[in-house]
């Protein structure tokens, strides 16, 4: 599929079957951190055998990609977007977004998510664009504003963090294409 973006460090380019290894370390790798994540370290159980046929449906669905930003063959973080089976849910898709920790703040997260929205506008099928954040993850709320995002709305102490400790599930959209969202009549 080839190199979408270079950079002077890095390089963002669609993710493969062959990088379900270094997919499965950066996911293993943030999870464990547990900052701003659904799933926590002992969950996640994925096999590199799941990791590769996982990939593999994504890279056979054009509702669905996978970019990875690498440095000197490395990769460093990825990002996955996710279409729903449902018809009437086709023309929409959400993202998330894993970076290790050593290469977070050096907008790799922003040129993905602009790789990402390009695609999205040149995909036949894709208009809307959707995420979910924790409330208390500000950086990437003000990165998603910035990048035209808009909150669509919330679940209310949807993550329970610790004993009588909960956050809010932020969702937000993107319209790339399509007319604007709102009540219909």
């Not at 279409?83 to 993202?95: A, Q, Y």
């Not at 390009?118 to 809307?128: D, G, H, L």
């Amino acid at each position: 599929m080839g190199i979408i973006v270079t950079e002077k460090e890095y390089l963002i380019r669609h993710g493969e079957w062959i990088d379900a290894e270094a997919i499965l370390k950066i996911q293993r790798t943030v999870i464990a951190e547990g900052d701003y994540l659904i799933t926590l370290a002992e969950e996640f159980n994925h096999t590199l055998e799941e990791q590769q046929h996982w990939i593999n449906n994504i890279l056979r669905n054009e509702r669905e990609t996978l970019l990875v930003a690498e440095i000197d063959g490395e990769l460093i973080g990825f990002l996955v977007f996710q279409s729903p089976e449902r018809k009437r849910l086709h023309h929409t898709g959400s993202f998330s977004i894993m970076i290790t920790n050593e290469y977070r703040n050096k907008g790799i997260g922003k040129k993905l998510l602009e790789v990402l929205l390009q695609w999205a506008e040149r995909n036949p099928v894709i208009e809307k664009v959707n995420l979910g954040v924790f409330s208390t993850n500000y950086q990437a709320i003000s990165l998603y504003k910035r990048m035209g995002f808009v909150e669509e709305g919330r679940k209310l102490n949807e993550f329970k963090i610790a004993e009588n400790e909960y956050v809010d599930d932020i969702l937000m959209y993107k319209l790339v294409k399509g007319r604007q969202l709102g009540r219909r009549s």
